[in-house]
C-alpha cells in the first residue's frame, strides 16, 4: 500500500491542501514538520499521534523537523473557549528542553534522513515589533483571519490580540523552516488547520505562487463514549516516566475499550494493515482475551518505557491479578498502587478505624463485619481478628501498609 494511502487507511488524513500533489511528492524524499507548544514539561498520550506520524514518515525515507514552541509557548495557541494562562519566560524554556528530550526518544537523529530539532525562541525571540508589522503583518488581511475556525469560535466569548496573532507566528516558523530546511510539508491536528493554511498563504506571498507546500491534517483521536482521549482517572497520561510510570500507562492502554481499541491500533501501531486486521478479528472471535489491548499495550509500553519498562508493567498486572501482592518489591507496590486512595494514619491505629478513616468502610459497624468475614488483607495477609492493629514497625519499608477489601478494592495507609 502506498504510502499516504496507508495513512488515510489508519485514519490519519482529515484535510489536505493537495493531497495529489503531496501523494506524487512524497514519491522521493521530502522534509515535513510539526510543531509542540511547552505548556508543561511534558508531552502526554494526546500528542502520540503526532509525535508517531513524524516517526512514519521518517521511517518511509522523509526528513522529520520536531519543532519545539519555545516562543510560541509564551501565548499558547487559541483554546475553543478561553484564554490560556501565561507561563514565564523561564517555565517555558525549562519545558522546552525537556519536551526537547522527550521527543529526541522517539525520533532518529543519525542517518541520511536525520530528524532535525529547532526551537522558533532562535528566531522569534529576535524579531523587533517593528519587524513583525511591517515585514508580516501587513502580509494578513484581519477579515481573513476571522475566518479560522479557531478564531471564529472565540468571537462570542471574546479572544485577546495575543492568541488572536498566534496563528501569523505560526505561519511565520513554517516559512523559516521552509528557508533553512526546505520544510515543504506541515502536519498537524485537524484543530490545527487553519494554522496550515495561514503557513502556505505567507509563504506564497513571500517565496511566490510556484511554491511547492503541503499542509495535511490528521483527526483527533477521541473516545466513542464521548469522554476525552489521554486521561485516566481525570488525570493525563504523561510520556515522562517521572509522571506516568510504566504500569499506569500500559494498562491504561489495556483498558481500551472494544469500541476503540481498532481505531487506536490503525493510528498508533506500526503493526502492518495485515496484522491489524488480524487483531481486528481475534477481537470480535474473542473480546474475553483482549488480544488487540495487550498488542497495543505492549508496543507502545516498550517504546515509550522500553522493555524493562513493559516487564515491570506485565509482572505488576500479573501479581494484582494473582492477588498475590506481596511478590514485589516496595517501589513495584508504589508504581501498582498509585491510584489506589491513599490516606496518612498513626501509628498503632486499629485496623477497624483505619477502614472508616481509608474510606474502605462507612462505620466502625461495617468495618468490623467486613473482618469477621474474612474480606479484608493487610499487606497480603487475612485478617480475622476485630481488635488488630496496624503498626509502622510491620510496614513496607516501614513506611506504607495496603489495605485490601474484597477482590480487588486497594488503600495505601502511610505511618
Not at 484535510?15 to 511534558?42: H, M, N, W
Not at 498488542?295 to 500479573?318: C, D, S
Request: net charge negative; with cysteine.
Amino acid at each position: 500500500m502506498e504510502f499516504l494511502e496507508e495513512l488515510k487507511w489508519r485514519g490519519l488524513v482529515k484535510d489536505c491542501t493537495d493531497y495529489d500533489g503531496l501523494k506524487e511528492r512524497l514519491q522521493k524524499p521530502a522534509v515535513i514538520y510539526c510543531g509542540f507548544d511547552p505548556t508543561a514539561d511534558s508531552l502526554h498520550v494526546g500528542h502520540l499521534q503526532q509525535i508517531l506520524l513524524l516517526r512514519r514518515y521518517q521511517k518511509a525515507g522523509h526528513t522529520p523537523i520536531a519543532l519545539c514552541g519555545g516562543f510560541t509557548g509564551m501565548i499558547g495557541d487559541p483554546r475553543p473557549t478561553t484564554e490560556r494562562k501565561l507561563l514565564t519566560h523561564e517555565e517555558v524554556m525549562h519545558n522546552a528542553e525537556c519536551i526537547r528530550d522527550q521527543l529526541a526518544h522517539f525520533l532518529s537523529f543519525d542517518g541520511d534522513n536525520a530528524a532535525i530539532m529547532e526551537n522558533n525562541n532562535n528566531w522569534l525571540g529576535e524579531m523587533t515589533l517593528l519587524d513583525y508589522l511591517r515585514d508580516f503583518g501587513k502580509l494578513f488581511n484581519v477579515s481573513y483571519m476571522l475566518q479560522k475556525d479557531t478564531i471564529k469560535k472565540r468571537l462570542d466569548s471574546g479572544i485577546s490580540y495575543t492568541e488572536f496573532s498566534y496563528t501569523i507566528l505560526q505561519a511565520m516558523d513554517w516559512l523559516k523552516l521552509f528557508e533553512r530546511h526546505n520544510c515543504i510539508i506541515q502536519i498537524g491536528g485537524s484543530d490545527q488547520w487553519g494554522n496550515l493554511t495561514t503557513g502556505t498563504e505567507l509563504i506564497r506571498k513571500v517565496k511566490g505562487e510556484e511554491a511547492t507546500i503541503f499542509g495535511i491534517t490528521s483527526p483527533l483521536i477521541t473516545k466513542s463514549d464521548g469522554s476525552k482521549f489521554g486521561k485516566s482517572e481525570g488525570k493525563n497520561v504523561w510520556l515522562d516516566p517521572k509522571r506516568t510510570n510504566a504500569y499506569e500507562f500500559y494498562q491504561f492502554w489495556l483498558n481500551t475499550p472494544d469500541a476503540d481499541i481498532v481505531d487506536y491500533l490503525k493510528r498508533l501501531s506500526f503493526r502492518s494493515p495485515e496484522e491489524i486486521e488480524a487483531l481486528a478479528a481475534a477481537k470480535e472471535a474473542a473480546p474475553e482475551k483482549r488480544e488487540a489491548q495487550k498488542a497495543l499495550a505492549e508496543e507502545l509500553t516498550v517504546l515509550v518505557h522500553g522493555e524493562e519498562g513493559l516487564a515491570t508493567a506485565k509482572k505488576i498486572t500479573e501479581t494484582f491479578f494473582r492477588g498475590s501482592i506481596m511478590d514485589l518489591s516496595a517501589d513495584e507496590l508504589r508504581a501498582g498502587l498509585s491510584d489506589a486512595p491513599k490516606v496518612e494514619v498513626e501509628d498503632g491505629i486499629t485496623l477497624i478505624t483505619a477502614l472508616v478513616k481509608a474510606g474502605a468502610c462507612k462505620s466502625n459497624s461495617e468495618a468490623r463485619k467486613l473482618i469477621q468475614q474474612g474480606s479484608v488483607q493487610v499487606n497480603g495477609e487475612k485478617v480475622s481478628d476485630i481488635n488488630a492493629a496496624l503498626a509502622k514497625a510491620d510496614a513496607i519499608d516501614q513506611d506504607f501498609t495496603i489495605l485490601k477489601k474484597g477482590k480487588k478494592n486497594y488503600y495505601v495507609l502511610t505511618f
